[in-house]
Structures are given as structure tokens and as C-alpha cells.
């Protein structure tokens, strides 16, 4: 008999956060090795710092803003569902 995994909305906003915060690593640990130093507002800003013109770094961040890009669709489609709920009434 084959099981099938259901995963809530909640629990894939809670997994997707989890990767977003290991690609978050991923992005500062990197740009620190290139240049020593730089905080999380830092690589906000990456053409303030030539030493951040990486195609290892640009693909790491794009992976995070990819992420992040599925995150806000998950978070937006649980907030449409939930505006879209009829308002339940009292007797």
C-alpha cells in the first residue's frame, strides 16, 4: 500500500522558511569569504562591493531570491484563501 505525504500550508510556509534561512547562510558565508566583514544590510547593496561581482555569489543569491519569490506566492495564496472564506454567521 503506497502512503501519500500531505503537507498543510502552514508546514510548507515553515519548510520554505527553513531552506530561505540555509540559502541565507549560504549567501553571507560566501560574501564574507570574498570580502571580510560585510553584514546582512551589506549584500543588500552588492555594487557597493566589486569584491561581490561573483558568478559563484550572484547564483547563490538568485537561488535566495528565488525562495524567497515561492515563499511570498505561499503566503499570498494562504492569505487570497482565507479573504475568500464566506464570513461565517451567528444565529
Known amino acids: 500500500m ?3 505525504a500531505e503537507l498543510t500550508l502552514q ?3 515553515e519548510l520554505i522558511s527553513e531552506i530561505e534561512a540555509l ?4 549567501v553571507i558565508d560566501l560574501a564574507r569569504r570574498l570580502h571580510p566583514g560585510l553584514t546582512h544590510d551589506d549584500i543588500k547593496n552588492p ?11 550572484h547564483y547563490a543569491d538568485g537561488v535566495l531570491t528565488g525562495i524567497q519569490t515561492v515563499k511570498m506566492a505561499v ?6 484563501s482565507r479573504d475568500s472564506r464566506p464570513e461565517e454567521t451567528s444565529s
Open 75 to 80: 503566503l499570498s495564496r494562504i492569505r487570497s
Open 47 to 57: 555594487h557597493d562591493f566589486p569584491e561581490l561581482n561573483d558568478t559563484d555569489w
Open 23 to 26: 540559502q541565507e547562510k549560504k
Open 2 to 4: 503506497q502512503k501519500t
Open 11 to 13: 508546514e510548507l510556509t
